[in-house]
């Protein structure tokens, strides 16, 4: 990830792009996740994926520093409950409101929780930036009306994940900046986490599972590289910059995965989803004009 990121516009600039670099590289695997018929296999599969990156990127990573192991290792327990969360939500609802709902949450909790936990401040222009993202998120959300009690289950696990994703993006944001590494921290995060899903399918499906996987293992692959480059442009991000900043700016991945559901899931996109886009948009405006 760090010889990624060389690429990248050097100063202040290669933040922004990188975040929403990963922005799109986030809404094009979960649109890959999601059209896997059998869930539970292609998140299997995504994460078997991380877990074989990872262990060529531990191998010419240095190991992060002793100060960065709790929140690794905690975020490792928040990632896989969110996938786990995610999964759930994807087999109960339409991609087009499942995945706004999960990542549309997070920038506000980030944001409380980076202010009130890490003692990061938001600048005023900053905090109207976020709230206007979050505000077009909501309304992306929400944008086939109010949902009703049968649809409670899979709102119930999208908003977890929402939870998850803050949770864990405000650890990776303090850990990789106790690690000395962030290639390391990254290579140690996917290690960790990758096999876990894997064996949690295993032991639901048993043999089973690699009769499933075979089908899908291009997409899956796919889904796994794609995936791990996100959160790893996310967290190199992340060492550098303000996390609430960073956290309304990934979740611009809404108003790419708005354009997936209406061209692959041919869901209607609606004047709402219209707007709700423009509102991100014009949030991302507000938080660039606001940065120092």
Known sequence: MPALASVLPSGTAAV??????????HAVWNGLAHRIPDKLVGFAL????????????VAFNPLPAAAAWPYLLASVVMQVTSQILLLR???????????????????????????????QTLGGGELLGVLVISCGL?????????????????LGAAA????????Y??????????????????????????????????????????????????????????????????????????????????????????????VVFRERLGRLRMAASATVLAGIAVLEFARP
């Not at 994460?47 to 060529?56: E, F, K, Q, R, S």
């Not at 087009?96 to 929780?113: E, F």
């Not at 909501?138 to 899979?154: T, V, Y």
């Open 169 to 262: 993006t405000v650890l990776d944001g303090s850990g990789v900046r106790h690690s000395g590494t962030v290639g390391g921290y990254i290579a140690w995060l996917f290690l960790l986490q990758g096999p876990a899903l894997a064996l949690i399918a295993w032991a639901r499906r048993g043999r089973s599972l690699v009769e499933g996987i075979r089908p899908v293992v291009p997409v899956g692959i796919a889904g796994g590289v794609l995936s791990l480059t996100a959160y790893g442009l996310v967290v190199w991000a992340q060492s550098r910059g303000n996390l609430a900043t960073i956290a309304a700016l990934r979740e611009t991945s809404i108003v790419i995965a708005a354009l997936l559901a209406t």
């Open 89 to 119: 939500a994807y087999q109960l609802g339409d991609f087009g409101q499942m995945y706004p709902i999960a990542r549309g949450s997070a920038p506000l909790l980030v944001a409380l929780l980076s202010a009130t936990v890490l003692g």
């Open 16 to 25: 922004p792009v990188a975040v929403l670099a990963a922005a799109v590289l």
């Open 138 to 154: 909501i309304g992306l959300a929400l944008a086939k009306g109010i949902p009703g009690r049968a649809q409670l289950p899979a």
């Open 160 to 167: 977890g994940t929402g939870v998850m994703i803050a949770a």
């Open 46 to 57: 995504i994460n078997l994926t991380y877990a074989a990156c990872a262990v060529v990127l």
